[in-house]
């Protein structure tokens, strides 16, 4: 079954590398459903500020059963990043990081790895004890784990989890 997927990563920094990701379907012959918002939207938002943005993150997670988040060099600093988990934990998303530092960009090298962004945020357990959401949630690495051929593996897997 076809799952709608929010997207979350760095634009600047890592555009390119997201790509590949974001349309690797439409190269095996379709499109997998995968719901996001492109650029231009993102910059046009960005000029009316704060509120505007997170009304435009909120949005953009309705109706969505998985969170990806895209883990390149900055990524893991990067505050809409974090809003963006955040909103997707309390709405229930299923999540999963995916490292893209290793996907060769046009005229650049593979870029360092990133630190894992769900290190940054815990929840606490019945018992009391704080879970780091990087417990929680796996994390791909996009060559080398094969996402190419893997990728909707990884998001039937994240929904089934958080039972979408």
């Known amino acids: 079954m076809p799952r709608s997927v929010f997207f979350s990563f760095h634009y600047q920094r890592d555009i390119f590398r997201v790509n590949i990701v974001r349309n690797h379907a439409m190269t095996k012959g379709g499109y997998n459903s995968a719901g996001y918002w492109d650029h231009s939207l993102w910059e046009t938002v960005k000029k009316e500020g704060d509120l505007a943005i997170k009304r435009m993150i909120n949005a953009g997670l309705r109706g969505t059963s998985v969170t990806v988040v895209l883990i390149g060099a900055e990524t893991a600093a990067r505050p809409w990043v974090k809003y963006e988990i955040e909103k997707s934990f309390e709405r229930g998303n299923g999540m999963l990081g995916i490292y893209i530092h290793n996907i060769q960009s046009m005229n650049q090298p593979p870029d360092p790895s990133g630190y894992n962004p769900f290190d940054n945020f815990y929840t606490t357990a019945a018992n009391g004890r704080q879970i780091y959401f990087s417990q929680i949630y796996p994390t791909y690495d996009w060559i080398y784990d094969r996402g ?9 897997r994240a929904a089934r989890a958080v039972a979408k």
């Open 148 to 156: 190419y051929n893997n990728f909707s593996t990884w998001i039937e």
